[in-house]
Structure formats: structure tokens, C-alpha cells
């Protein structure tokens, strides 16, 4: 597609529930990258995959998350056993090819009560 | 010492006026940068890519200092639509995630 997409828009969980987000990139890139933003416009990088390889995993937290991109597949982002701190945007973005710009999808809005 | 310092206003402004910004990065390594515009908690659209020659685009003008480390931007002719957070953004070794401030929220009023 044109844009990346990303779904669903909003998630909530109860703590302790698993939540999965799953992104899009735009047709033709070859990276896809993941971001949290938590309040006060903090953006933490996650994760980042070059086709289905994982190019950077150093902010992954070690524990309750992981993800995937596999081939005719959209990426996802999984988070076991939720905690009320996961709550937060978390942003897909893809890019033609290293260093190139990033390009967002609209982001999934998750709340855990 | 944050790896990318921005000044997070507010800035309030009347329409038309000029408003800079500044931003400064603590890795001599960084190979790219950026400025990013946030509306209302939606996604960062790219504003303008940032390089030391300078560039411009139309009302905003975008510079870089690499042996001071600075990136700056400037909005002459300030508009309401202009209304939004700027986030300065640098870009590592290529390929490897982007690096964001904390964003530089921006008021114009009629």
C-alpha cells in the first residue's frame, strides 16, 4: 500500500492479558521499525526488521515482548501478560532502505486497566 | 546527558510571526537528521530532512551544525495550522532506529 497501516487503532487489556499490534509497511520497503510513545512525547525504540530478519532488537524490553515479520504477512508486536506501564502508542514506521527516511503508520493506542 | 535536547516550550505565538527552534545531539557519529511535525498525538509526518548546506521549504528554513552539534528550524510567517509539536530527529548509523527529542510544542493564535 501507499501508507503503512497499522490495526487495530485502539486495544484495551486488563493487566495480565496478552495484546498483539500488527503493522503494514508501505509496499516496496524492505525495513520496518517500532516505537512506544509514552506521555510527554517520549519515544522509545524497539524493534527494527530488515524483510523478516530482526535488523535491531536492542530496545526491546527482554521480557513479555516479542516480534515478527513473515513473509505476505503483516509485522506484529506481541506483549504477553500486560502491565498498567505498557499503556501507551505504539508507532510502526518503514523505510525504502537504510538510512532513508521513516515513514509512520497512524499507531495503535494501548490501555491496560 | 539526553541524546537529543530540545527546548519544550510552549511557544506562543500570533499569527505571522517568526519562531526558531533549537535542538542539539550528543552523538558526533549521527548521519542523519530530521524534523518531524506531531499533531495532537497522531502519527510524526516528516517536515523537512536537515542538511549543513541549510535548506528551505517555502515559510521554513532548516540548518544543521555539525562541529556544534545544532539543528535549528525557522517558521517565518507563522500560521494557526502551523499549531503542533516538532520533533528534532536524529538518525544513527544508517538503518538503525531514529532518535527523537522530546519535541518543541508550537501555539499560533489569531
Known amino acids: 500500500g501507499e501508507e503503512v497501516a497499522q490495526t487495530p487503532k485502539h486495544l484495551v487489556r486488563g493487566e495480565g492479558q496478552k495484546a498483539k499490534l500488527y503493522c503494514a509497511p508501505i509496499k516496496g520497503h524492505s525495513y520496518v521499525f517500532w516505537y512506544q510513545q509514552v506521555l510527554k512525547n517520549e519515544f522509545k525504540f524497539l524493534i527494527s526488521?530488515?524483510?523478516?530478519?530482526?535488523?535491531?532488537e536492542t530496545g526491546m524490553p527482554k521480557e513479555r515482548f516479542s516480534a515478527k515479520c513473515l513473509p505476505n504477512s503483516p509485522c506484529s508486536l506481541e506483549i504477553q501478560a500486560t502491565k498498567l506501564e505498557d499503556s501507551a502508542v505504539y508507532f510502526c514506521?518503514?523505510?525504502?532502505?537504510?538510512?532513508?527516511?521513516?515513514?509512520f503508520g497512524a499507531g495503535t493506542r494501548l490501555s491496560v486497566l | 546527558r539526553k541524546e537529543v535536547e530540545q527546548d519544550p516550550g510552549p511557544f506562543n505565538v500570533p499569527e505571522g510571526a517568526t519562531v526558531a527552534f533549537n535542538c542539539t545531539y550528543s552523538n558526533s557519529a549521527s548521519q542523519s537528521f530530521f524534523w518531524y511535525r506531531q499533531d495532537c498525538r497522531k502519527e510524526p509526518k516528516l517536515l523537512m530532512s536537515v542538511y549543513s548546506s541549510g535548506n528551505e521549504d517555502g515559510r521554513f528554513t532548516a540548518q544543521l551544525n555539525r562541529a556544534s552539534q545544532y539543528i535549528s528550524l525557522l517558521i517565518r510567517d507563522s500560521k494557526l495550522s502551523d499549531s503542533a509539536t516538532y520533533l528534532c530527529v536524529v538518525n544513527g548509523q544508517a538503518g538503525t532506529a531514529l532518535i527523537f527529542g522530546k519535541g518543541t510544542t508550537l501555539s499560533v493564535s489569531s
Open positions: 526488521f530488515q524483510n523478516e530478519n530482526v535488523f535491531d
Open positions: 514506521a518503514s523505510s525504502q532502505s537504510p538510512g532513508n527516511i521513516q515513514y
